[in-house]
């Protein structure tokens, strides 16, 4: 990969430059915030903000649930959360042979 800043190629699993010494580690790898397909609840909002934030889902739920009660924004601001969130990519399909099939 190469250094954000000085254009350098660098090592892949680099977290500093080599060359100026400027932070790289995580640009690459940058989490997206999207409703993951595994562990939602629901809509999968809550499990999404957890693990971008990487904190706990259910500390997620609850707060936002507290929040919601409170100034009723958090009942607003899940429908609009669910639909501006992407949704996490299906996991690549089964090549098909491999499928097993009922005798
Ligand atoms: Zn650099």
Redesign the pocket.
């Known amino acids: 990969m190469y250094?954000?800043?000085?254009?350098?190629v660098?090592q892949e699993d680099a977290n500093v430059?080599?060359?100026?010494?400027?932070r790289?580690a995580g640009v690459a790898a940058r989490k997206r915030l999207m409703r993951p397909r595994m562990g939602r609840k629901m809509a999968g909002v809550c499990a999404g903000f957890a693990e971008y934030f990487d904190i706990d889902v259910t500390l997620v739920r609850i707060v936002w649930l507290i929040v919601a009660i409170m100034t009723l924004v958090g009942f607003v601001a899940y429908p609009i959360a669910w639909i501006v969130m992407p949704e996490e990519p299906l996991p690549a399909p089964v090549p098909a042979g491999q499928q097993v099939t009922s005798p």
């Open positions: 250094c954000n800043y000085c254009g350098k660098i430059c080599a060359y100026c010494g400027t790289v």
